[in-house]
Every structure is written in structure tokens, then in C-alpha cells.
């Protein structure tokens, strides 16, 4: 079963505009951490932001922001005043931390294109 | 800069070669993630080492296997290579820890001509 849905394959967004990118997560772990990554054309994964199942504060990095909604099971990612350097693709990321080995499962991703 | 070296960059071999993988994770960092990045299959987990032991295994082909070493890099190593093997190949690396973030490789794309 898919553990991280993204429903949005690609978005549009004006330069200064926000965005929001949506992210749902599957499991029965109560301990749990979600991440996003950005995917610029150039291929690396870059690590945004990191929000833990029982954190109550929503996690903020800067322009990134992630809105956590346990019982909806949501964690989407929050671009505030886009600039042209966000577009690339966003991944969300899960980490279930019942098992040992904390892989990183991911979603599909949400390609974003700022214009200007 | 995330700390994570892999090589090479690029790769370009024929169907039914072998191809190894190099990565050297983050100073400190015990935890290394191999996974894979196709457009079909998105990003897969393929497998994990933590401190030269296997911990995890993922959607890896027999084809493939891996190893990390005594001095924690690790290698990846692709045999009897088809064209569907094509792909990104990131390697990651995490400190211990549920909440360590992995930092990612730059990658290595391998294309199977």
C-alpha cells in the first residue's frame, strides 16, 4: 500500500505567491516523522523541513512552513513568497520509527514551476 | 554542499555489464540509504547499512547488491544490466537517530544502452 500520496503531479505559481503542496501519509506507527525534500532540475535532494508525529508545533524553516493535521493524516508543505529558485520537484517524505532502520519512504512528488 | 560523495556522476554501459556504485557518507554518519529514481517507479528504497551490517532491504533486484566498509563508504553493485536499469541512484546517509535527517549524493545517473 502506498504509504505517502501526492496528488498534485505539477503546480503553477506566481513569483511572491505562496504555495501549498499537498501531502498524505498512511500508517499505524504513533511515532512517526515526515520531511520534504526539493528536487531542483539539477537532480540533487535537498532537505527542506522535518515534523515529528509528536511534535504540536507545526515545523517552520524559513520560507517553508509545514501543515500538520495528524488526524487528517496531512503534512503539507507551505511555500511562502515564491521565488523563480523554488521551481523543481518536492518530495514528501515518511520515517516509521517502530521498525529499526528508519528508511525514508516517499511520495511521488509535486513538480512546481514559479513564473514571473 | 550535503557532505555525501558519490561517483561517478555519470554512467554509460551496455545491457549485460556489471557497474559498482561508490558513495561516502557525511563525516560521523553510520547510516548509509541506497535507493533508486526512475520515472515509473519514483523514488525506491533499494537498501541500508548501518555501521557495515545490513539493516534494511527494499524493492532491490538479486542483480544487485551492496556492501559498506569498515571505513562506513559504501558500494552498490548493478550486474547483468538490463535497460530498465536505468535511472538515478542516490546514496544517503543519516546520523543514528529517528529524527536524523538523510542528506543525499549528488547521484549517479546510470544509463543501459
Known amino acids: 500500500a502506498q504509504k505517502i500520496t501526492q496528488t498534485q503531479p505539477g503546480m503553477f505559481v506566481q513569483e511572491k505567491e505562496a504555495v501549498t503542496l499537498d501531502c498524505t501519509y498512511d500508517t499505524s506507527d504513533q511515532s512517526y516523522g515526515l520531511f520534504w525534500y526539493k528536487q531542483p532540475s539539477s537532480g540533487e535532494m535537498i532537505f527542506l523541513i522535518y515534523q515529528g508525529s509528536y511534535d504540536e508545533q507545526n515545523a517552520t524553516e524559513g520560507r517553508y512552513s509545514l501543515n500538520f493535521q495528524k488526524a487528517r493524516k496531512s503534512a503539507n508543505l507551505v511555500i511562502s513568497a515564491s521565488q523563480l529558485g523554488d521551481s523543481a520537484m518536492y518530495f514528501c517524505a515518511m520515517r516509521e520509527l517502530s521498525s529499526n532502520d528508519y528508511k525514508l519512504s516517499f511520495g511521488a512528488g509535486t513538480t512546481v514551476t514559479v513564473r514571473a | 554542499d550535503s557532505g555525501v560523495t558519490q561517483t561517478p556522476k555519470h554512467l554509460i554501459t551496455a545491457t549485460g555489464q556489471r557497474v559498482t556504485l561508490r558513495c561516502s557518507p557525511r563525516?560521523?554518519?553510520?547510516?548509509v540509504y541506497w535507493y533508486q529514481q526512475s520515472l515509473d517507479q519514483g523514488l525506491q528504497f533499494l537498501i541500508q547499512?548501518?555501521?557495515?551490517?545490513?539493516?534494511a532491504k527494499g524493492n532491490i533486484l538479486e542483480r544487485f547488491s551492496a556492501q559498506q566498509f569498515p571505513d562506513l563508504h559504501s558500494e552498490l553493485n548493478l550486474s547483468s544490466l538490463e535497460l530498465g536499469d536505468s535511472a538515478l541512484y542516490f546514496c544517503?546517509?543519516?546520523?543514528?537517530?529517528?529524527?536524523?535527517?538523510?542528506?543525499f549524493g549528488q547521484g549517479t545517473r546510470l544509463t543501459v544502452v
Open positions: 563525516s560521523g554518519d553510520l547510516s
Open positions: 544517503a546517509s543519516s546520523a543514528r537517530g529517528p529524527v536524523s535527517e538523510a542528506f
Open positions: 547499512y548501518y555501521n557495515g551490517e545490513e539493516r
